[in-house]
């Protein structure tokens, strides 16, 4: 078995070289060279069951889950990789590589037939940048069943995804995650960790499903909401809600029930006060 980890940048070179691979920019790649970064990343992301990847590249991340979890589901996009991953994954009988785009697989009938093998399913993935909203929310969709989502974002998305009240990241992006999830920063990945290496940092976060979140509300609505009120930062929250129902007395009139002062801007208000804006909305 080889050695050396598919991580170790002298090692992702010869790969890389042997099928005259180059990342490529449509499919957001960058290949991870630091075996630390995987190895930490695999095993704060409560691997004890299945996890799903997305995005596996040349089998950096990927091989370092197999090392931890029972069993990998690695989704790649790229034909060209396949027989690379079969390669540099051959000594690990754990995985298992599927060439379709996760946006528009079946996961929810993938992860029930997960979690009644494994019994824990898990999402641990270093996601392209230019789908990383839609991959989480994607996820998002799967409730409870997914309990712990830990990937690795352009570090602006995650300081968004973990900012709180006040903070100039906070926005109705963090006000979606948060609603259903605790979430926190593990830590910073420099560019250099990567082969090309990206202009940006990135961030490892973790996404832990809240138990007790509400789920019998219309997720869609709610979040349909959330946007409205951060359509324009600048404005108050009475301005946003009063053009998002097209009536300045129900606007002032919803706030005034929700406790919430005219002047203020959504983001000075938590998960919670947002919440019970939407609730005496309904």
Known sequence: METRMIAVPSRTKEILDRYGLRAKKGFGQNFLVDPVIVTRCAEMSHPEGAVIEIGPGIGSLTEALAKNAQHVIAYEIDAGLIPVLQDTLAPYDNVEIILQDFLECDVADQVKRLKEEYGQVTVCANLP????????FRIFSLGNDIPYIT???????????????NDPDYGALSVQGQYLYNIRKLFTVPGRSFNPSPKV???????????????????????????????????????????????????????????????CRAQELDVKQIRDLYEVLR
Not at 129 to 136: A, D, E, G, K, N
Not at 158 to 164: H, L, S, V
């Open 129 to 136: 940048y230019y789908i990383t909203t839609p991959v989480l």
């Open 151 to 165: 990937v690795m974002v352009q570090k602006e998305v995650g300081n968004r995804f973990a900012a709180r009240p």
């Open 201 to 263: 940092d990135s961030v490892i976060i973790q996404f832990e499903r809240k138990q007790d979140a509400d789920l019998t509300i219309d997720l869609d609505d709610f979040f349909n909401l959330i946007h409205a009120l951060f359509k324009q930062r600048r404005k108050t929250i009475y301005n946003n809600l009063r053009e998002y129902l097209k009536d300045a007395d129900k606007a002032k009139q919803i706030l005034e029930q929700a406790g919430i002062p005219e002047g």
